[in-house]
């Protein structure tokens, strides 16, 4: 049987079984997120609304989060050669960064929901809340796009060729960043 098997994956090119494993690690990762997801509605149901949006809202990192470690895992396994293999580990080093900024704005974007549900906006008259509802979204705006800044030039400073672009963005983020601090 092992002969057999040597025999048929000796015909396959080494990519495709790589490229194979990557693609039935990420499968595994997505049923096992569809799974978790399944049981941890089925556990919290209806009655905890601070649970259910949070789970929501972080569904697609916690997909991405499942898929990079299941990548994580077989890429040392597959057969590929050095070439492909940086590529894809470089590759692997960008979606995590990636992830790393979606998830900080995620969190912004919760935190400013979670503040702004003490004020009622329903109410004409209520310029306390429209006035936070305003300065938060304005916040929110400012601090999205800075992480956003960082988060491309972080991603551009893992190329050797634009490493110096890399840089340049993170100087303006600082200089964002302090601008920002000062008018707030």
């Not at 949006?53 to 470690?69: D, K, M, W, Y």
């Not at 057969?79 to 960008?94: I, K, Q, S, Y």
């Not at 983020?173 to 601008?179: F, R």
Request: hydrophobic fraction near 60%.
């Amino acid at each position: 049987m092992q002969a057999l098997l040597e025999r048929i994956f000796g015909l396959v090119p080494d990519w495709v079984v790589g490229f194979g494993l990557i693609t039935l690690a990420i499968t595994g990762a997505l049923l096992v997120d569809k799974l978790a997801r399944v049981v941890v509605w089925r556990a919290i149901g209806s009655r905890n609304s601070l649970a259910l949006p949070i789970l929501q809202r972080t569904s697609g990192p916690a997909r991405l989060a499942l898929c990079l470690i299941a990548v994580a895992l077989v890429l040392p396994l597959a057969p590929l050669d050095n070439e492909l293999r940086g590529t894809l580990t470089h590759l692997f080093a960008v979606a995590t960064i990636a992830l790393i900024g979606w998830i900080s704005i995620r969190a912004v974007d919760l935190a400013a929901g979670r503040y702004l549900q003490r004020f009622r906006v329903d109410i004409a008259e209520n310029f306390l809340a429209r006035k936070h509802v305003t300065q938060v979204s304005v916040f929110k705006r400012v601090v999205d796009t800075l992480i956003i800044i960082v988060v491309i030039s972080t991603a551009l400073m893992t190329f050797d060729s634009v490493r110096q672009y890399g840089v340049s963005l993170f100087a303006s983020a600082g200089a964002a960043g302090v601008i920002v601090g000062l008018a707030v």
